[in-house]
């Protein structure tokens, strides 16, 4: 306290003095304590040599100070209510014949503070992303300039502003909500010259030149595995049909090739070879584009005419094999393979004609929906696309989720496994042992679950890949229709915006300053100030109630809000009788008339 006196006589200009030499008086709380006016008198006295000093409640002095400027009033009027609500604590104290009444008085310890830090309580919780720019100094900047006092119920106002905000706008809310904008470094996209374009475009082409490159290599190794996968299958087959094994020693081969049975065997023999005639087709075609053209001649003649033309190109395939040397029965199975890829190339051509054609029709549908209403027709893919990606992001997190919990239930079964007997929920003395995978056997049923691995996840799979292609079908849409929509998104999304860095104050505006009313909104057991008044009432009585109410003065910088008086009044009016005499103002000065 000495330092805060020495500050104080700094700068009214009383630093040089060997002692203050004026009179000094001191506005306290309500019931002061004497011991806390001993201790202030001794440090007045001794430190400063004051002469006198002089102790009194502000708010009293406010009270006088309003009443002195308002004489005609006071004249009639000498009794009335203090409601006073500082930065710490409010109070509500009745004047009677000019005295405080301090046995009725109601002391609450809530006040401005209070609302400061819930309102930054509040909007931490609302957005933790803007923890730095907020401040116990800016909430109580935020309240001073746009928090209000609901004018009625609370309750009520809350349910029209909820009723405002899902669009029924029956009834207005007392408040609109307010934006404000964060500071923040706004993205500009650089501008690149045309050689740097050029250099990236080149880049990018290099790049996919590689991976392409790659990727054929990959091909290549994986078809010359698969055709010594088939041309094993094959020989074990032509051996079989030949008679150079017997059915047994047939069997056992694919027993130990990990077959189950014989249809297992020609299930994937047959899908084996599709795999190789389709990639061998494919690979014809890239290499031999006029081959395309043939073939496309060749579905253009009859079937008679087809007929002959294949016993020319492939003569050997409507030979019996028993009459067929071993180099003619390669031959006839390197011409197999050659036809099979041929009738693959006409199919994929059929195919992919009729996609075409549906593609075309698609195309000409959405033109005309865009135009009919091209904004509504972007506004309307753009959401389209937002929600099969949120929509997949949403599985995505779902699938993460179980992932944990598969994990964890493996964790703790190892754990019960390697603590033994000695755990609770380990394994009993005479309990089997596990002697999983002593049998060769027993490791077929992961080649099972490998063959059957697709039936439960086939749906998600297949779902996943329709979502791909419509994706992928959107954002074609988009760049014809609509190029610059997907660079703004991905600007809005990956560089920051003004939207982000916004807080939007609404339920705050009233929520904050509540607390004086129901101090519990901030798990405070105290009563509010609507309670104070009915306590103050009831200890008064009709008569001593009727003589304040009709001078209620309201006090202190936290009742400087919108609508403190008229909520104020709307209290008092319920406290008393119908046709009383109620009259509710704010004092001269209320944040400094005590001064």
Known sequence: MEHVLDHVFNGLGLDGSDKIDHPVIITEAVCNPNYSRAKMSKLLLECYGVPAVCYGVGDLFSYSYHHSHHESQTMNLPDGLIVSSSYEVTHVIPILDGRPDFLATVCIPVGGLQAHRFLFDALLLKYPQHARHLSLNRCHELNL???????????????????????????????????????????????????????????????????????????????????????????????????????????????????????????????????????????????????????????????????????????????????????????????????????????????????????????????????????????????????????????????DFHDRRKNLASKRRMLQKVMGSGSSNGKGANEAEDNFGADDDDWQVYKKMAQTRGIDGEDDESESEAEKEEISWIEKLLMRYDPDALKREKNETQYPQASDFQIELMVERIKSLEVIYQPSIIGLEYAGLAEALDGVFRKLGPERRDRVSKNVVVIGGNTCHPNFVGRLQYHVRSSCPEGSEIKVCHAKDPRIGAW
């Open 145 to 399: 300039r746009f928090s209000e006092y609901t004018k009625g119920n609370f309750l009520e106002e809350l349910r029209v502003m909820q009723a405002w905000t899902d669009g029924d706008r029956t009834r207005k809310p007392q408040v609109e909500p307010v934006v404000l904008q964060l500071p923040f470094t706004e993205y500009v996209p650089k501008e690149e010259s045309e050689e740097e374009k050029k250099r990236k475009e080149q880049r990018r082409k290099d790049h996919a030149e590689r991976l392409r490159t790659l990727a054929a290599e990959r091909r290549q190794r994986k078809m010359i595995e698969r055709q010594k996968t088939l041309e094993g299958y094959d020989k074990l087959v032509v051996e079989l049909e030949e008679g150079i094994i017997s059915e047994e020693a047939f069997l056992l081969q694919l027993s130990k090739g990990g077959f189950d049975d014989r249809a297992d065997f020609e299930r994937v023999h047959k899908q084996l070879q599709k795999k190789v005639e389709d990639t061998i087709a494919k690979m014809q075609a890239k290499e031999n584009p006029l081959e395309d053209d043939e073939d496309n001649m060749e579905e253009e003649l009859d079937e008679e005419k087809r007929a002959a033309l294949d016993r020319e190109k492939f003569p050997l395939l409507f030979l019996d094999v028993s009459t067929l040397t071993e180099e003619q029965k390669k031959e006839k199975r390197k011409q197999h393979l050659m036809k099979s890829a041929q009738e693959g190339r006409a199919r994929r051509r059929r195919e992919k004609e009729e996609k075409r054609l549906e593609l075309e029709t698609k195309e000409k549908e959405e033109h005309i929906k865009y135009e009919k209403n091209p904004s509504e027709y972007i506004a309307e893919l753009i959401a389209k696309r937002q929600k099969i990606i949120e929509m997949r992001g949403k599985r995505k997190q779902d699938r």
